[in-house]
C-alpha cells in the first residue's frame, strides 16, 4: 500500500496520510508493518484531547508539567507503541539482523519505518506475529505487578480488567498472589477468571472492599493494582486495601479527582500509594540496576513464549489500517466486547 500513517488533526479527527518512505541510514534497518495495536489508555487520551501534554508543555529538567506557550503542534503524526513487522531492508554494516526476520518494537501506526537495529527485537520463534502486539501493554502490567512488590499467598485486587487490566491479573496469578479482579463488565470478568483470578468482582453489584476485607477475614488486600484510570475505581481500591498496605496507581488519570477522598481510608490507614509509569529508567526504585523497561518488556514476551500468558484471547477486533478512524471511535464507545483492537497493514 506505499508508506502510510496515522495522522490526528485535532479531537477525534483522524486519518491515514500518505508519506515518503525515510533513507536507510547506517545502523538502520527498514521494517514494513505487519500489526499495530491500539492503546485504550493512552491514545485515546490523545484522540479525545484530553491528554496533559495538549494543554501543557512537559519540562524535562524541571520533570513538571508547565503552561503551554505555543499551540498543539497538531497534526500528530504516527501515534502508537504496539507494533511487529517485517525487516525488508538492512544497512550493510548491519549483521544481527536480516531481511525476512520478524520483528517487534515500538513505531507508531505507520506501514513502513526506518529504526536502528537495536530498536526492534526478534520475534520468538513459533510464536504468532500477532501476539507481539501485547509487548508494550504487558510490559506496563509487569510493570504495575513489579511495583506492587507482590509476595507469594498475598490477596491481590486489581481494579479494571481492560487489556492492561487482564494481562496484570495474569501476571498477578503467576507471581503467586490470590488475585481479586474487578471490573463492571461481565466479560471482562469472565476472561478474568479464566487467567486465574480467585473472585471477581462485578461492581455494578457489589463492593469490591466488601469483596476483598470478607475473603481476607476483614484485613483487606496487601496489595491493589488500579489500572483502570478511573478516580472511583482508585478511591475504591484505597478502601479495600489493609492497613499500611500498597496501592499502585497504574491507570492514566485525566481531569480533576473529584471522586478521590484522600481524607477518609487512605489517611486512616495510613495506605502507601504509588505511581507506575512504563517510560521510567526502572519499574521501583529498589530495583534500579537489575530492571529496565527493556528487561521488562522482553520478560513478558519471554512468558508468552513459554505459554505462561497467552494473550491472544484479548484481540477482539482485527481492522484493515484504512480503517482506523472506525477503530477509534469503536474504543472511544468503550462497549464491553471490545478489548485489543489492531490494525493490519
Not at 508468552?304 to 477509534?328: K, R, Y
Request: hydrophobic share 45%; charged share 20%.
Amino acid at each position: 500500500m506505499g508508506n502510510w500513517v496515522v495522522s490526528l488533526a485535532g479531537p477525534r479527527r483522524i486519518s491515514l496520510e500518505p508519506c515518503p518512505p525515510d533513507p536507510l541510514g547506517p545502523g538502520q534497518v527498514r521494517v514494513r508493518t505487519c500489526y499495530s495495536g491500539i492503546s485504550a489508555g493512552t491514545e485515546l487520551t490523545l484522540y479525545r484531547g484530553s491528554n496533559p501534554r495538549l494543554s501543557k508543555d512537559w519540562d524535562d529538567t524541571a520533570r513538571m508539567f508547565v503552561p503551554r506557550q505555543t499551540p498543539v503542534p497538531y497534526p500528530l503524526i504516527g501515534f502508537g507503541y504496539e507494533e511487529v513487522g517485517e525487516i525488508v531492508e538492512v544497512a550493510p554494516e548491519v549483521t544481527d539482523r536480516q531481511p525476512g526476520q520478524l520483528v517487534w518494537g515500538i513505531w507508531g501506526h505507520r506501514a513502513e519505518a526506518v529504526l536502528a537495529a537495536d530498536a526492534v527485537r526478534p520475534l520468538p520463534t513459533g510464536l504468532d506475529p500477532l501476539a507481539a502486539v501485547f509487548a508494550r501493554p504487558g510490559a506496563i502490567a509487569l510493570t504495575a505487578v513489579l511495583a506492587g512488590d507482590l509476595h507469594l499467598g498475598d490477596w491481590v485486587g486489581v481494579f479494571g480488567q481492560g487489556v492492561i487490566g487482564l494481562l496484570a491479573t495474569r501476571l498477578a496469578v503467576l507471581s503467586g498472589a490470590r488475585v481479586v479482579a474487578v471490573d463492571r463488565m461481565p466479560d471482562r470478568l469472565a476472561h478474568a477468571a479464566r487467567y486465574g483470578a480467585r473472585t471477581t468482582v462485578d461492581v455494578a453489584v457489589e463492593s469490591a472492599a466488601a469483596v476483598l476485607r470478607r475473603a481476607t477475614g476483614g484485613r483487606g488486600a496487601d496489595v491493589c493494582l488500579e489500572l483502570s484510570g478511573a478516580y472511583p475505581a482508585l478511591h475504591e481500591a484505597i478502601r479495600s486495601t489493609a492497613h499500611a498496605g500498597r496501592v499502585v496507581a497504574a491507570g492514566f488519570y485525566q481531569g480533576q479527582a473529584d471522586a478521590l477522598g484522600l481524607g477518609e481510608e487512605f489517611h486512616h490507614n495510613r495506605i502507601q500509594l504509588v505511581a507506575a509509569q512504563v517510560s521510567g529508567p526502572t519499574p521501583a526504585p529498589s530495583m534500579a540496576g537489575r530492571w529496565t523497561g527493556d528487561r521488562v518488556a522482553q520478560t513478558f514476551m519471554d512468558l508468552v513464549a513459554e505459554h505462561s500468558l497467552d494473550p491472544m484471547p484479548l484481540v477482539s477486533h482485527i481492522v484493515d489500517a484504512s480503517a482506523v478512524a472506525d477503530a477509534l471511535a469503536l474504543l472511544d464507545r468503550g462497549a464491553g466486547d471490545v478489548l485489543q483492537v489492531v490494525l493490519r497493514f
